[in-house]
């Protein structure tokens, strides 16, 4: 069984059009293997062969199996970075930010249900250096993203206290969601997001008033 290594591992950028076009039919292709078969058992072969490709063909762009997962899972995670900015950006300036805080974590909660790719990712590439910085550069994202939210200096926090207050709702709503994406009951879904809901705004209600 080819079992994922704790190591760093580097990818190359595609340049030409052709390029980019073989680049994303090798992460589709894995995506789609990602939700057939156990992380384990895919390797660059396996990828090739169900892509129609020939195998050096994934070595042209990437250095191993690795290197293509991570690729995969960055995608991922960006896309869901988009989504909860796009959602907070058609709500913060119109709703309370109780209101903004429910419908944020919801819609992340409801994305990472449907990410199922996403959370396999995560349980296989959870102890490999690149993945967890990967991570890090999502939450620093996300903590600058949130920090911007104009309740938090029309209530006197200074830029170095909104982004450390962000930081902590980014942390606390990624792991609670984490934990939403491994359970399979809806009732206990619901209960977890309703109580992290509970969780940040009690928190938030330190700083910001109603």
Do not use: C
Request: aromatic residues 6%; proline residues 3%; glycine residues 2%.
């Amino acid at each position: 069984m080819n079992i994922i290594r704790k190591k760093t591992v580097s990818r190359k950028k595609p340049l030409q059009n052709r390029s980019r076009e073989r680049v994303e039919l090798i992460l589709e292709t894995t995506e789609k293997l990602i939700s057939e078969m156990p992380i384990p058992d895919i390797s660059t072969s396996k990828i090739a062969k169900t892509a129609g490709i020939p195998v050096g063909s994934i070595y042209q762009y990437f250095n191993d199996r690795d290197a293509v997962l991570l690729e995969l899972g960055e995608r991922l995670i960006d896309r869901e970075d988009a989504l909860l900015e796009q959602v907070f950006d058609m709500i913060s300036t119109t709703l309370p930010w109780k209101l903004v805080v429910q419908r944020v974590l919801r819609a992340y909660a409801e994305s990472m249900r449907q990410s199922d790719t996403l959370y396999r990712l995560d349980m296989a590439l959870a102890h490999v250096e690149e993945w967890i910085q990967i991570h890090r550069r999502s939450e620093d994202r996300m903590t600058l993203f949130f920090a911007s939210y104009p309740a938090f200096s029309d209530n006197g926090l200074s830029p170095e206290k909104a982004q450390t207050v962000a930081r902590m709702i980014v942390i606390t709503a990624t792991t609670i969601i984490l934990r939403v994406q491994a359970e399979r009951d809806e009732e206990s879904v619901n209960t977890l997001v309703e109580e992290a809901e509970k969780l940040i705004i009690a928190y938030l209600s330190l700083y910001l008033k109603d």
